[in-house]
């Protein structure tokens, strides 16, 4: 199987984190032979046969050493999250990026795939059934958001006949193996304090693990033509679900009762806003039980167009929602995630 890429020589970084280490094993599952750039060595990429290299995504001479001899990278190494220092979020995110694309032309890599975010077009309101003509916020609503949108552009701009690139805009992914959004969903569900805050009707779009890592391989494959380089693509299941609907299908996989208990948007909003300015004033460095940013992800819709991935990459979500969450129960059932 794959015998056609078996020469073909691609970077992950951050190949250890969930999406990462997703991408890898499908990578090399393809015939590719694949290197990880991680902050840590992984016993999963040694299994796999995979060439771990250990580094810092800020280190240009480790990037640098890491691509020699690549043909394509897939960038996913980045500072994740909704609370921290602007600064932080900074040198990973953009800077990192700054330093890949600099590694990248350097040692000749043909191919640079950004794995980016959804979020970057998000300004704390409603957002339904947008596509990529969509502009920046002018006011981004957290760094992460800010640091991811101004990545992005760098590596847009940096599409050119020598290095051609692409960017992925997935939203809330989440399947076995997830160290992000579902275990913060079991956490608060677990603290006995979790809400319904907002509308019933809010729809949001979710991408599952397998249906990102079909388009980021296909992404690979299409940047031969090129009508898809310098081009951003929102990447989801294709289907809005209700968010509510959403959270209470994972808290039933793991044996939890369903948020049921409502209570005022406007408390929530004044409450979040007094733990930011607390945590602000005490330099607490972990983040608020809850926050305005995510107040507004649970209060607003946001889903997206996938229509320019349908038509110029080929993607199609092949595991709808019902069929994630029966592989996220047998995952449970095995010990196998998170």
């Not at 909704?82 to 350097?106: L, P």
């Not at 980016?116 to 916020?137: C, H, I, M, R, T």
Request: with cysteine; aromatic share 10%; proline share 3%.
């Amino acid at each position: 199987m794959g015998t056609e890429n078996a020469k073909i020589k691609v970077l992950v970084t951050g190949g250890g984190g969930f999406v990462g280490m997703a991408l890898v094993r499908r990578l090399v599952q393809s015939g590719y032979q694949v290197s990880s750039f991680s902050r840590n060595i992984y016993k999963e990429h040694k299994q796999m046969g995979v060439k771990s290299i250990q580094g810092d995504i800020t280190d240009a001479d480790a990037l640098e050493m890491a691509c020699e001899g690549v043909e394509a990278v897939f960038h996913v190494a980045a500072k994740v999250g909704i609370w921290g220092n602007k600064n932080d979020f900074y040198k990973v995110n953009v800077a990192g990026t700054e330093k890949v694309i600099r590694a990248c032309r350097k040692k000749n890599v043909k191919k640079l795939i950004f794995t980016s975010s959804a979020s970057v077009v998000f300004d704390g309101s409603d957002l339904l059934d947008v596509d990529e003509a969509l502009a920046y916020p002018q006011k981004p609503v957290s760094f992460y958001t800010s640091t991811k949108a101004e990545a992005e552009q760098l590596v847009l701009a940096a599409n050119s006949e020598v290095l051609r690139t692409i960017s992925l805009r997935p939203h809330l992914i989440w399947g076995p193996g997830d160290t992000q959004l579902i275990p913060k969903i079991i956490r608060r569900v677990k603290s006995g304090r979790f809400r319904k805050i907002g509308r019933e009707d809010v729809l949001i779009d979710t991408v599952y693990i397998d249906n990102l890592i079909d388009a980021q391989l296909l992404a690979l494959e299409k940047m031969e033509l090129e009508e898809v380089n310098g081009k951003a693509f929102f990447i989801t299941n294709g289907k809005p679900i209700f968010v509510w609907s959403f959270i209470n299908s994972i808290t039933e996989v793991f044996g939890l009762f369903p948020v049921e208990k409502r209570v005022p948007k406007v408390l929530v909003w004044l409450l979040a806003w007094m733990l930011e300015q607390i945590h602000r004033l005490f330099h607490i460095e972990k983040e608020p039980y809850i926050t305005r940013f995510v107040l507004q992800q649970l209060c607003t819709n946001h889903w997206f167009d996938i229509s320019r991935a349908k038509r110029l990459l080929g993607y199609s979500p092949k595991v709808g929602f019902k069929e994630g969450i029966r592989n996220l129960k047998d995952s449970l059932n095995k010990n196998e995630v998170l």
